[in-house]
């Protein structure tokens, strides 16, 4: 550093070395500048929210496609019976809670893409045994009396199916349809007046 004395005015100046120092950084600027790690830190939490759920979207999407798609050429559905019907073997069976004719019985069968029973074999008869007394079923000798087919023009085979003791018998004048019979010591096939009013048995084959 160089001191000098000037005598007119008696007057002394120093001259030292010029130190630079750092300008101080605005209060806006350092609040910028220390809130950018926070801005950047939310910007990465939205944008991976938005793209969970642009994920979250597309299989949604992709599932429903996939569900209402129809099964490929060769793979096998899996059927069951309507609602409210029975299933034993590869056919349903819809019992009434009605009571109509016997050719009304058949008309809402009809109308249900069904008819009345057909009844095949033993095992067949005992799983229908039981859920009403009486039920009309598909089976008549209107044609021929004594000779009895099913609604799909086949034989009924006397031999192979248990019929009511004593029965068909052809009383009251002409008992010309069927029906199947649950009553104490009354059990079985049965031949009844085709206007009477029963409740009945629809049966339709599982495809």
């Not at 910028?32 to 979207?57: D, I, W, Y």
């Not at 008819?115 to 859920?131: A, M």
């Not at 609604?151 to 068909?168: E, F, I, M, R, Y």
Request: glycine fraction near 6%.
């Amino acid at each position: 550093m160089a001191v000098f004395h000037l005598n007119e005015s008696d007057a002394t100046f120093e001259v030292g070395e010029y130190q630079q120092f750092p300008k101080p950084e605005p209060e806006d600027a350092a609040a910028e500048t220390s809130n950018k790690p926070k801005l950047r830190h939310v910007s990465m939490v939205l944008l991976s929210f938005g793209l969970l759920c642009v994920l979250q979207a597309v299989l949604n999407i992709s599932l429903r496609l996939i569900l209402s798609e129809p099964a490929v050429k060769g793979e096998t559905l899996e059927h069951s019976c309507p609602q409210s019907w029975l299933m034993f073997g590869s056919s349903c069976y819809y019992i009434s809670s009605q009571r109509k004719s016997w050719d009304d019985s058949r008309q809402d069968c009809v109308q249900r893409n069904a008819d009345l029973v057909i009844i095949n074999s033993r095992q067949e008869q005992n799983f229908l045994t039981g859920f009403t007394a009486v039920a009309w079923i598909g089976m008549t000798d209107r044609e021929v009396e004594g000779t009895w087919i099913w609604v799909d023009g086949t034989p009924v085979n006397k031999d192979s199916l248990l019929w009511a003791p004593g029965q068909p018998d052809g009383a009251f004048g002409g008992e010309d349809c069927g029906d199947l019979h649950t009553m104490i010591n009354f059990i079985g096939l049965n031949d009844f007046k085709c206007s009477t009013r029963n409740q009945w048995i629809c049966e339709k084959t599982l495809t």
